[in-house]
Protein backbone atom coordinates (compact mmCIF):
# COMPACT_ATOMS: atom_id res chain seq x y z
CA UNK A 1 0.00 0.00 0.00
CA UNK A 2 1.42 3.71 -0.62
CA UNK A 3 1.26 5.80 2.20
CA UNK A 4 1.45 9.74 1.98
CA UNK A 5 2.94 12.18 4.68
CA UNK A 6 2.39 15.66 5.08
CA UNK A 7 4.72 17.55 6.99
CA UNK A 8 3.17 19.71 9.35
CA UNK A 9 -0.99 19.65 10.27
CA UNK A 10 -1.03 23.27 10.69
CA UNK A 11 0.72 25.98 9.00
CA UNK A 12 0.55 29.81 9.32
CA UNK A 13 1.36 32.01 6.69
CA UNK A 14 0.66 36.20 6.36
CA UNK A 15 -1.24 37.56 3.98
CA UNK A 16 1.31 38.08 1.01
CA UNK A 17 3.93 35.64 2.27
CA UNK A 18 4.98 32.32 0.34
CA UNK A 19 2.94 29.21 0.83
CA UNK A 20 4.83 25.95 1.16
CA UNK A 21 3.02 22.93 2.16
CA UNK A 22 5.46 19.76 1.83
CA UNK A 23 3.94 16.41 0.71
CA UNK A 24 6.36 12.95 0.34
CA UNK A 25 4.79 9.48 -0.80
CA UNK A 26 5.90 6.39 -0.83
CA UNK A 27 5.81 4.52 -4.37
CA UNK A 28 7.57 1.62 -6.61
CA UNK A 29 5.63 2.45 -9.59
CA UNK A 30 5.71 6.02 -10.78
CA UNK A 31 2.66 7.60 -9.25
CA UNK A 32 -0.38 10.21 -10.66
CA UNK A 33 -0.10 12.69 -7.59
CA UNK A 34 -2.89 15.55 -6.70
CA UNK A 35 -3.69 18.05 -4.44
CA UNK A 36 -6.67 18.59 -3.07
CA UNK A 37 -8.82 21.75 -0.89
CA UNK A 38 -11.34 21.72 1.59
CA UNK A 39 -13.21 24.74 2.88
CA UNK A 40 -14.95 24.22 5.93
CA UNK A 41 -18.44 22.32 5.58
CA UNK A 42 -17.50 21.48 1.91
CA UNK A 43 -16.65 18.99 -0.22
CA UNK A 44 -12.43 18.26 -2.13
CA UNK A 45 -11.86 20.37 -4.91
CA UNK A 46 -9.25 19.90 -6.95
CA UNK A 47 -6.41 21.95 -6.85
CA UNK A 48 -4.20 20.53 -9.74
CA UNK A 49 -2.56 17.26 -10.57
CA UNK A 50 0.46 15.40 -11.97
CA UNK A 51 0.54 12.23 -14.09
CA UNK A 52 3.02 12.33 -16.72
CA UNK A 53 5.13 15.32 -18.48
CA UNK A 54 6.36 18.68 -16.97
CA UNK A 55 7.36 18.36 -13.45
CA UNK A 56 5.84 21.53 -12.44
CA UNK A 57 2.49 21.93 -12.67
CA UNK A 58 0.25 24.61 -11.78
CA UNK A 59 -3.54 24.86 -10.77
CA UNK A 60 -5.91 26.70 -9.38
CA UNK A 61 -5.82 29.74 -7.60
CA UNK A 62 -2.08 30.43 -7.91
CA UNK A 63 -0.85 27.38 -6.02
CA UNK A 64 1.54 24.77 -8.52
CA UNK A 65 3.56 21.84 -7.30
CA UNK A 66 6.74 20.05 -8.60
CA UNK A 67 7.08 16.20 -8.40
CA UNK A 68 10.19 15.54 -7.93
CA UNK A 69 11.01 11.70 -8.21
CA UNK A 70 14.24 11.60 -6.31
CA UNK A 71 13.43 12.84 -3.40
CA UNK A 72 9.59 11.60 -3.54
CA UNK A 73 7.85 14.67 -3.23
CA UNK A 74 5.24 16.98 -4.62
CA UNK A 75 4.96 19.79 -2.54
CA UNK A 76 2.15 23.09 -3.13
CA UNK A 77 3.29 26.25 -3.01
CA UNK A 78 1.68 29.51 -3.53
CA UNK A 79 4.09 32.79 -3.97
CA UNK A 80 1.62 35.14 -2.09
CA UNK A 81 -1.03 34.04 0.40
CA UNK A 82 -4.79 35.65 0.29
CA UNK A 83 -7.41 35.68 2.82
CA UNK A 84 -9.01 33.35 0.75
CA UNK A 85 -6.69 30.48 0.97
CA UNK A 86 -7.25 29.69 4.52
CA UNK A 87 -8.75 25.66 4.27
CA UNK A 88 -7.25 22.20 4.66
CA UNK A 89 -5.11 21.20 1.69
CA UNK A 90 -5.01 17.37 1.23
CA UNK A 91 -2.16 15.23 -0.75
CA UNK A 92 -3.19 12.08 -2.89
CA UNK A 93 -1.16 9.91 -4.41
CA UNK A 94 -2.50 7.04 -7.16
CA UNK A 95 -0.55 4.39 -8.31
CA UNK A 96 -2.58 4.00 -11.36
CA UNK A 97 -4.35 1.34 -9.23
CA UNK A 98 -7.89 1.56 -7.73
CA UNK A 99 -7.22 3.42 -4.96
CA UNK A 100 -6.33 6.85 -3.70
CA UNK A 101 -4.18 7.32 -0.76
CA UNK A 102 -4.59 10.14 0.96
CA UNK A 103 -2.46 12.63 3.83
CA UNK A 104 -3.81 13.47 6.67
CA UNK A 105 -3.91 16.85 5.93
CA UNK A 106 -2.64 20.48 6.40
CA UNK A 107 -4.59 22.95 7.82
CA UNK A 108 -3.83 26.36 6.56
CA UNK A 109 -3.92 29.40 8.24
CA UNK A 110 -3.44 33.06 7.05
CA UNK A 111 -2.88 36.26 9.11
CA UNK A 112 -3.76 39.39 8.20
CA UNK B 1 -24.69 18.74 -14.15
CA UNK B 2 -25.35 18.61 -10.56
CA UNK B 3 -21.75 16.59 -10.15
CA UNK B 4 -21.61 14.09 -7.30
CA UNK B 5 -24.80 14.31 -5.20
CA UNK B 6 -24.87 12.96 -1.71
CA UNK B 7 -28.20 12.49 0.50
CA UNK B 8 -28.80 13.16 3.23
CA UNK B 9 -26.10 16.25 4.52
CA UNK B 10 -26.42 15.66 8.22
CA UNK B 11 -28.01 11.99 9.89
CA UNK B 12 -28.23 10.51 13.47
CA UNK B 13 -28.68 7.23 14.53
CA UNK B 14 -29.19 5.33 17.34
CA UNK B 15 -26.82 2.25 17.91
CA UNK B 16 -27.67 -0.75 16.06
CA UNK B 17 -29.77 1.15 13.22
CA UNK B 18 -29.09 0.60 9.61
CA UNK B 19 -28.92 2.96 7.00
CA UNK B 20 -28.41 3.93 3.42
CA UNK B 21 -26.31 6.84 2.60
CA UNK B 22 -26.70 7.59 -1.33
CA UNK B 23 -24.66 9.03 -3.63
CA UNK B 24 -25.84 9.81 -7.72
CA UNK B 25 -23.25 10.93 -10.51
CA UNK B 26 -24.22 12.50 -13.76
CA UNK B 27 -20.62 12.56 -14.81
CA UNK B 28 -21.11 8.87 -16.24
CA UNK B 29 -17.57 8.37 -14.40
CA UNK B 30 -17.00 4.45 -14.05
CA UNK B 31 -15.02 4.76 -11.14
CA UNK B 32 -17.17 5.70 -7.64
CA UNK B 33 -15.51 5.03 -4.15
CA UNK B 34 -16.37 6.43 -0.22
CA UNK B 35 -14.57 7.96 2.41
CA UNK B 36 -14.31 8.71 5.49
CA UNK B 37 -12.94 11.57 6.82
CA UNK B 38 -12.24 11.75 10.75
CA UNK B 39 -10.05 14.74 12.38
CA UNK B 40 -6.21 13.97 11.69
CA UNK B 41 -6.98 10.90 9.65
CA UNK B 42 -7.59 12.35 6.68
CA UNK B 43 -9.87 10.04 4.13
CA UNK B 44 -9.65 6.43 4.29
CA UNK B 45 -11.64 4.49 1.56
CA UNK B 46 -14.29 2.83 2.92
CA UNK B 47 -15.82 0.37 -0.91
CA UNK B 48 -14.92 1.27 -4.18
CA UNK B 49 -16.21 0.23 -7.32
CA UNK B 50 -14.82 0.47 -11.02
CA UNK B 51 -18.17 -0.19 -13.01
CA UNK B 52 -21.68 -1.01 -12.80
CA UNK B 53 -21.84 -4.68 -10.95
CA UNK B 54 -18.36 -3.98 -9.61
CA UNK B 55 -16.73 -3.75 -5.97
CA UNK B 56 -13.96 -3.95 -3.80
CA UNK B 57 -13.05 -3.32 -0.62
CA UNK B 58 -10.94 -0.17 0.10
CA UNK B 59 -8.53 0.15 3.65
CA UNK B 60 -11.78 -0.15 6.11
CA UNK B 61 -14.41 -1.87 5.05
CA UNK B 62 -15.64 -3.55 7.80
CA UNK B 63 -19.84 -2.77 9.00
CA UNK B 64 -20.41 -1.16 5.44
CA UNK B 65 -22.29 -2.87 2.04
CA UNK B 66 -21.83 -1.05 -1.16
CA UNK B 67 -23.48 -2.24 -4.20
CA UNK B 68 -23.52 -0.81 -7.71
CA UNK B 69 -26.48 -1.41 -10.05
CA UNK B 70 -25.95 1.79 -12.39
CA UNK B 71 -23.20 3.44 -13.34
CA UNK B 72 -25.23 6.90 -11.79
CA UNK B 73 -25.73 5.66 -8.53
CA UNK B 74 -23.31 3.82 -5.36
CA UNK B 75 -25.31 3.82 -2.36
CA UNK B 76 -23.29 2.97 1.26
CA UNK B 77 -24.62 0.90 3.68
CA UNK B 78 -24.65 0.70 7.51
CA UNK B 79 -25.81 -2.75 8.36
CA UNK B 80 -25.51 -1.71 12.00
CA UNK B 81 -24.47 1.51 13.01
CA UNK B 82 -21.74 1.93 16.01
CA UNK B 83 -20.35 5.50 17.51
CA UNK B 84 -17.08 4.14 16.14
CA UNK B 85 -18.67 5.00 12.52
CA UNK B 86 -19.27 8.79 13.44
CA UNK B 87 -18.01 10.58 11.05
CA UNK B 88 -18.33 12.36 7.91
CA UNK B 89 -18.75 10.62 4.50
CA UNK B 90 -17.71 11.85 1.01
CA UNK B 91 -18.47 10.07 -2.08
CA UNK B 92 -16.45 10.65 -5.14
CA UNK B 93 -16.33 9.83 -8.94
CA UNK B 94 -13.70 9.72 -11.54
CA UNK B 95 -13.43 8.81 -15.19
CA UNK B 96 -11.31 5.81 -14.56
CA UNK B 97 -9.51 4.43 -11.62
CA UNK B 98 -6.65 6.49 -10.76
CA UNK B 99 -7.76 9.77 -12.69
CA UNK B 100 -8.95 12.74 -10.28
CA UNK B 101 -11.38 12.57 -8.39
CA UNK B 102 -14.82 14.70 -7.84
CA UNK B 103 -16.09 14.54 -4.60
CA UNK B 104 -19.94 15.15 -3.21
CA UNK B 105 -20.71 17.80 -0.50
CA UNK B 106 -20.60 14.69 2.25
CA UNK B 107 -22.81 13.52 4.81
CA UNK B 108 -22.20 14.09 8.24
CA UNK B 109 -23.23 11.11 10.52
CA UNK B 110 -23.47 10.82 14.13
CA UNK B 111 -24.23 7.36 16.18
CA UNK B 112 -25.28 7.43 19.71
Known amino acids: AQSVTQLGSHVSVSEGALVLLRCNYS??????LFWYVQYPNQGLQLLLK??????LVKGINGFEAEFKKSETSFHLTKPSAHMSDAAEYFC??????????FGTGTSLTVIP | NAGVTQTPKFQVLKTGQSMTLQCAQD?????MSWYRQDPGMGLRLIHY???????DQGEVPNGYNVSRSTTEDFPLRLLSAAPSQTSVYFC???????????FGPGTRLTVT
Open chain 2, 92 to 102: ASGRLAGTEQY
Open chain 1, 92 to 101: AVSDTGNQFY
Open chain 2, 49 to 55: SVGAGIT
Open chain 1, 50 to 55: YTTGAT
Open chain 1, 27 to 32: SSVPPY
Open chain 2, 27 to 31: MNHEY
